[in-house]
């Protein structure tokens, strides 16, 4: 066992390695995914898509910065997308809707908005054919 102890270290000491170079922030990378199911509407609009009150959470601010989503394109999905049903959720603060369409710069988007009172709080922001690493809280 001792003479195959330095080659465990070794091996160990490389997978550590490997791991932190995996797992290190600030590194934005991305990989594309396969294209998801189609939309599912249904009936009139649960809210008022008013891009005049819009309310940016930490984490939709985050999220656009390193998916390379900027303003004028959550607000042209906002006014323009197909709300997905099957992908409404509804918890102690609320319903939240996304809204998935294309941008003008040809991504293809979800935005997760929460309607509170006469404004939009943009929740998060996803790219849905690209996966990008991010290090958001």
């Known amino acids: 066992m ?3 102890l330095p080659y465990i270290v070794l091996i ?5 390695f490997i791991w932190i170079k995996k797992n290190q922030r600030g590194k934005t990378e991305k990989t594309v995914i396969p294209i998801e199911a189609p939309l599912v509407t249904k ?10 009150h819009l309310i940016y959470s930490k984490h939709a601010k985050c999220r656009m910065d390193c998916r390379e989503i900027d303003e004028s394109e959550v607000k042209e999905i ?3 997308g197909e709300i997905n049903y099957q992908k409404v959720e509804e918890n102690a603060k609320g319903k939240t809707y996304p ?3 294309v941008t003008h710069d040809k991504q293809r988007v979800r935005i997760v908005v929460a309607p509170h009172d006469r404004e939009l709080v943009v929740v998060t922001v996803i790219d849905l054919d690209t996966e990008w690493k991010c290090n958001c809280y």
């Not at 160990?12 to 550590?16: G, K, P, S, Y």
């Not at 009936?43 to 005049?52: I, M």
């Open 2 to 4: 001792k003479k195959y």
């Open 12 to 16: 160990a000491a490389a997978m550590f």
């Open 43 to 52: 009936g009139s609009d649960p809210f008022v898509r008013d891009t005049a």
């Open 78 to 80: 906002i006014a323009a």
């Open 99 to 101: 809204l998935e369409g």
